[in-house]
C-alpha cells in the first residue's frame, strides 16, 4: 500500500480543460525552448509518444512533419515529446528521413522541437504518465493550447492506437472559427458546414430568433438553430 501511495504522488494529475497550461522549459531537438515565452500570439499543439523507434510512433512523426506547413499558416506550432535522450531522439528522426517510406511519405524531415524529457519534468507537468500503462512511457497525449496559453483540448491514446490526424486538424478549425465567430459546431462537423447558434437567453429573445428567420438562419427548435456556411472552403 505504502508503495503504491508512493507511486500516485510521484506522477502529476492532467491539467483540465480551461486551466492555463503549465510553464516549462527544456532542451529539444530543435534548441532550448521555454514555455509560453516562445509561443507568443500562437497556438501549440504539445503531444507525447511513449518512445522512439515504435512503429506507431514513427508513423505519426511523418504524419504530423507532412503536416507542419499547413499548420504554421492556421499560426499553430507543433512540440513533441518522450522520456527519451536528445541523442536518441536525433538518431530516429534521422532513420525517419533516411529510411522510412510509408503511405506516400518518403524523406520526412521533423523540424519541429522534440522535447528531451528524460526526468519527466514535462510529463508530469501535464499528467503524461500512465502509471498503469508505464512508469517509464508517456502515454500518446495530445494538448491543444490557445495564443493566451489555455488548455482548449485534451486527447488520449492508448499505446496500440495511432492519432487521427483528420481529427486533430479538425479541432483546430473548430476551436479557431468558436472563438471568431461566437458559435457553437455539431456532431461531425468540418469545414464548410453550418454551424449553431448560441441559444437564446430568455424568452423575447427566443421569440425574436424564431421571428427573424432569413436566408442565413434556420431553427430546428428555439433551443437549436444555424448559421448557414455560405462560403464554402
Given at each position: 500500500?505504502?508503495?503504491?501511495?508512493?507511486?500516485?504522488?510521484?506522477?502529476?494529475?492532467?491539467?483540465?480543460?480551461?486551466?492555463?497550461?503549465?510553464?516549462?522549459?527544456?532542451?529539444?531537438t530543435?534548441?532550448?525552448?521555454?514555455?509560453?515565452e516562445d509561443?507568443?500570439?500562437?497556438?501549440?499543439?504539445?503531444?507525447?509518444?511513449?518512445?522512439?523507434?515504435?512503429?506507431?510512433?514513427?508513423?505519426?512523426?511523418?504524419?504530423f512533419?507532412?503536416?507542419?506547413?499547413?499548420?504554421?499558416?492556421?499560426?499553430?506550432?507543433?512540440v513533441g515529446?518522450?522520456?527519451d535522450?536528445?541523442?536518441?531522439?536525433?538518431?530516429?528522426?534521422?532513420?525517419?528521413?533516411?529510411?522510412?517510406?510509408?503511405n506516400?511519405?518518403?524523406?520526412?524531415?521533423?523540424?519541429?522541437?522534440?522535447?528531451?524529457?528524460?526526468?519527466?519534468?514535462?510529463?508530469n507537468?501535464?499528467?503524461?504518465?500512465?502509471?498503469?500503462?508505464?512508469?517509464?512511457?508517456?502515454?500518446?497525449?495530445?494538448?491543444?493550447?490557445?495564443?493566451?496559453s489555455?488548455?482548449?483540448t485534451?486527447?488520449?491514446?492508448?499505446?496500440?492506437?495511432?492519432?487521427?490526424?483528420d481529427?486533430?486538424?479538425?479541432?483546430?478549425?473548430?476551436?479557431?472559427?468558436?472563438?471568431?465567430?461566437?458559435?457553437?459546431?455539431?456532431?461531425?462537423?468540418?469545414?464548410g458546414?453550418?454551424?449553431?447558434?448560441?441559444?437564446?437567453?430568455?424568452?423575447g429573445?427566443?421569440?425574436?430568433?424564431?421571428?427573424?428567420?432569413?436566408?442565413?438562419?434556420?431553427?430546428?427548435?428555439?433551443?437549436l438553430?444555424?448559421?448557414?456556411?455560405?462560403?464554402?472552403?
Amino acid at each position: 500500500m505504502e508503495n503504491e501511495i508512493e507511486l500516485k504522488e510521484n506522477y502529476g494529475s492532467i491539467p483540465k480543460i480551461g486551466d492555463v497550461a503549465p510553464r516549462f522549459k527544456a532542451k529539444t531537438t530543435q534548441g532550448d525552448i521555454s514555455f509560453p515565452e516562445d509561443y507568443k500570439d500562437k497556438w501549440v499543439i504539445l503531444f507525447s509518444h511513449p518512445s522512439d523507434f515504435t512503429p506507431v510512433c514513427t508513423t505519426e512523426f511523418m504524419k504530423f512533419a507532412s503536416m507542419q506547413e499547413e499548420l504554421k499558416e492556421m499560426n499553430v506550432e507543433l512540440v513533441g515529446l518522450s522520456i527519451d535522450s536528445i541523442y536518441s531522439h536525433i538518431a530516429w528522426l534521422r532513420t525517419i528521413k533516411e529510411k522510412i517510406k510509408w503511405n506516400g511519405l518518403e524523406n520526412v524531415e521533423v523540424n519541429f522541437p522534440l522535447i528531451e524529457d528524460i526526468k519527466m519534468d514535462v510529463a508530469n507537468k501535464f499528467g503524461m504518465i500512465s502509471p498503469s500503462q508505464s512508469t517509464t512511457q508517456a502515454v500518446r497525449a495530445v494538448f491543444f493550447i490557445d495564443p493566451n496559453s489555455v488548455i482548449r483540448t485534451i486527447m488520449y491514446y492508448p499505446a496500440s492506437l495511432g492519432r487521427n490526424f483528420d481529427e486533430i486538424k479538425r479541432v483546430v478549425q473548430g476551436l479557431q472559427k468558436t472563438d471568431k465567430e461566437g458559435i457553437a459546431t455539431p456532431a461531425d462537423w468540418k469545414l464548410g458546414d453550418d454551424v449553431i447558434l448560441p441559444v437564446p437567453g430568455s424568452c423575447g429573445e427566443v421569440e425574436k430568433r424564431m421571428k427573424e428567420q432569413d436566408d442565413e438562419t434556420y431553427c430546428l427548435d428555439w433551443f437549436l438553430c444555424f448559421k448557414k456556411e455560405i462560403n464554402k472552403f
